[in-house]
């Protein structure tokens, strides 16, 4: 069994920060991208921020400057530092991951979710 578990989620006002955490666990082999994802309230799910396993990141224009995802490649998990938080952050927030494992070559994994609610 392989499962990802988010952690960070908040309600914070305006102009503030939260970091999110994203643990990969189970029967690993080998963890590829990892991944960022928002879904907020009758809107389709979109990125937020990549990072290969070299650590090259990629970012979408909206929260270029005011996020940083990375990774720690021994602990198989993945963060989200979020500054200067604005309402329009507000979404389920969801950590993806290209993994090998018993099961796949490659596969996509995706965890439950963790809500971040920004207050104007």
């Known amino acids: 069994q392989v499962q990802l578990v988010e952690s960070g989620g908040d309600l914070v006002q305006a102009g503030g920060s939260l970091r999110l955490s994203c643990a990969a666990s189970?029967?690993?082999?080998?963890?590829?991208?990892m991944g960022w994802y928002r879904q907020a309230p009758g809107k389709q799910r979109e990125l937020v921020a990549t990072?290969?396993?070299?650590?090259?990141?990629n970012y979408v224009d909206s929260v270029k400057g005011r996020f940083t995802i990375s990774r720690d490649n021994v602990k198989n998990m993945v963060y989200l530092q979020m500054n200067s938080l604005q309402p329009e952050d507000t979404a389920v927030y969801y950590c993806?991951?290209?993994?090998?494992?018993?099961?796949?070559?490659?596969?996509?994994?995706w965890g439950q979710g963790t809500q971040v609610t920004v207050s104007s």
């Open positions: 993806n991951a290209e993994m090998r494992t018993p099961f796949s070559i490659r596969s996509i994994y």
């Open positions: 990072i290969t396993s070299g650590g090259t990141t």
């Open positions: 189970g029967s690993i082999f080998s963890v590829y991208a």
